[in-house]
Structures are given as C-alpha cells and as structure tokens.
C-alpha cells in the first residue's frame, strides 16, 4: 500500500475552507470548524493541509487547562515558558502577529466543553487577527450553540461525510499496489459504511491477499470465505453520502 493523500470530495472542500479563510478580506471573521464521526479522516486530511499552509497545529487533550492549552501553542511557536495565561497569551498574539500562521486545534470537544478554553481561543482569533479552525467529532456544533461570540466568528464549516463508491474507486487506485475489481470495491464500500479508515485498512488487506497468491487484481471470488477485511464495527453514516481521503 502506498502512503499519500487522496484529493477526494472532503479534502477538496476542507481545501478550499481553509484558503478562505486564509484570504479572507479584512474585517471578515476567521474561526473554522471541520467535524465528523470517527473513522472519516479528519485527522489525516488536517494533517496534510497543516503541513501545506505552515499552521499552528496542536492536540487537545481531557487534561488540557487554560494555561496548559496556550502553553501548547507557544511551544509549536517556540516560545519560552511565561508565567501567567496573560502573558502567555501576549507572546502567542504577538508572535502570529508576525508569522501570520492559522492555529488548528485538533480533538477541539474538549475545549468547548470549557468557557474559558473557547473564549481564550476566540481572544486569539480577534487579536491576532489569524484564522483558527477547530476540528472535532460531529456534536461540536452542538456543544458550541450556546456560545454566541464564538459561533458569530465562524465563517467555514466542514463536515465529513462517508466516502461515496466513486471516491472510494479514487482512493484504491491511488493506494493499492494491485488492481481492486469493482465487485469487491462495492462490497468493502458496503461494509465499511463508507467509513475511511475501514475501507483503507480492508483495502490493504485484499492487496496482502492478492500479493500472496501472486495475482495482478483481486475481486470477491478470491476473498471469498474470508469474512469481512477489516476488524471493528463500521460507523454509520449520519447525512448525505460524500466523501473522504486516504488513511487515519
């Protein structure tokens, strides 16, 4: 299996939210959100374009604080410790001042389950006037209803959707090293409920299995009574049918 990002649907549309957002006129909000359910490829999508656009990338985690999570992005900015949140934050601000980084925060429920944690991220956005986009599971929008300053700055919203069965022929042309014959495709398709990670890791499996027979392409009759190709309970699909990427 090759390692590479596929430019299906979701990329392409979480592409241009991020270009957006970047090229915003001035004055315009900069707060992005990109949601999902588990297993769409969020993580990997926002990894590639982190990479691409030079962000600020950090991971929140249920421990995080105030402080911890501004110590976070001074660390990818490589600033010195401070004392205060306060002074924390002057360095943060005044250095994207300069830089002019967007600032993506990844597993972002665990920060708007907190008020302070969102308010301060929304300070970050106002004053420094970089975008900041939030990538979290699909009930973020939920969580963040309440939060009127916060949700009055947001000017993309991504949500990732299933692979559909054409993107899910993209990514098995791009990543198998053997051909995948359309009967099998629909079936892992099927199985996976269209889910991203599944079908790359069944994909991967029926490339083991042809390359271990030696065949050029495989279909159903040679996975036949192998049961399902990857392992785990494929989430369901909430939404209309679109698309997702390479593996996560």
Not at 40 to 54: L, P, R
Request: charged residues 25%.
């Amino acid at each position: 299996m090759k390692s590479e990002v596929v430019p299906v649907k979701n990329v392409m549309r979480l592409a241009a939210a991020g270009e957006a957002l970047i090229k915003r006129a001035a004055g315009m909000p900069g707060i992005g959100l990109v949601h999902g359910e588990t297993g769409y490829g969020k993580t990997t999508a926002m990894d590639w374009y982190a990479n691409k656009v030079n962000a600020v990338y950090v991971r929140a985690r249920a421990t995080w604080t105030p402080k911890s999570m501004l110590g976070a992005i001074a660390k990818e900015l490589r600033l010195p410790p401070k004392g205060s949140c306060d002074d924390t934050m002057e360095a943060i601000i005044e250095r994207l001042c300069f830089a002019r980084r967007p600032v993506f925060v990844d597993e972002a429920d665990y920060i708007v389950d907190s008020k302070k944690m969102t308010e301060s991220l929304r300070d970050l956005h106002d004053n420094a006037l970089v975008p900041v986009i939030l990538i979290g599971m699909g009930q973020i929008e939920e969580k963040l209803a309440a939060r009127k300053q916060f949700t009055g700055r947001v000017m993309q919203n991504v949500q990732f959707h299933p692979l559909d069965l054409a993107d899910t022929r993209k990514v098995a042309d791009a990543l198998c090293e053997v051909g995948i014959r359309d009967d099998l495709l629909a079936q892992i398709h099927s199985d996976a409920n269209g889910a991203c990670r599944n079908i790359v890791v069944s994909l991967a499996n029926a490339e083991h299995i042809a390359k271990a027979r030696g065949l050029r392409d495989v279909g159903v009759a040679e996975v036949r009574g192998r049961g399902k190709l990857f392992t785990g309970e494929a989430p369901k699909p909430n939404g209309n049918v679109v698309a997702m990427q390479g593996a996560q």
